[in-house]
């Protein structure tokens, strides 16, 4: 019956005058007492009402919001150090968190060129008959006209897209009739 009275004064005030009442009516067959006192656990606590809180645990509330950020981090510090408490991850404002940017600055680092542009910049110009020849050569459906149009319009792009082994070739060929020659 102790833990009964102690379960109703946890609920409100009028559950427990109605338990009280009952009680006191079924004083002589405890069986009723007993059986009530088991409907009367089984409901839900009320919702809405604050359970009180004990004294410690309010003080120890009272103090830590007294405290300013660098206390907190203080006790943050300390308690992993008592409890034995792994880190947490840090959660910027924005909430993103920290590890994925330094997955993208190692994809960034891992990313290798693979297409490359070949460019021409400048030729010299004794050599410019040289070069027309050259390049009327190397790419295709071109004649000398549009060859010859292609080298007075420099700078600009000879081949795109193409693998290192054949922008490295591509240059060599050119730089030996008088251009320079630049790889993008």
Partial sequence: MINTARLMSRQRLPQFRQF??????HTESSTAAVTEAA???SLPPPTGIDQPVNPKIDKIANDITALNL????????????????PDAPVMPVGG??????????????????????????????????????????LLPNTNLVQAKKFVESAPAIVKTD????????????LTKVGATIEII
């Fill in 96 to 137: 993103f968190v920290a590890a994925p940017q330094m997955e993208e600055e190692e994809q960034i680092q891992k990313k290798v060129q693979t297409e490359f542009t070949v460019k021409l910049t400048a030729f010299d110009e004794k050599q410019k008959v040289a070069l027309i020849k050259e390049l009327k050569n």
């Fill in 39 to 41: 409907s009367v656990a």
């Fill in 162 to 173: 193409i693998p290192k082994e054949e922008a490295e070739q591509l240059r060599n060929v």
């Fill in 20 to 25: 009280h009442k009952c009680v006191v009516r």
């Fill in 70 to 85: 660098i206390e907190v981090a203080q006790l943050s510090d300390l308690l992993k150090k008592r409890l034995n408490l």
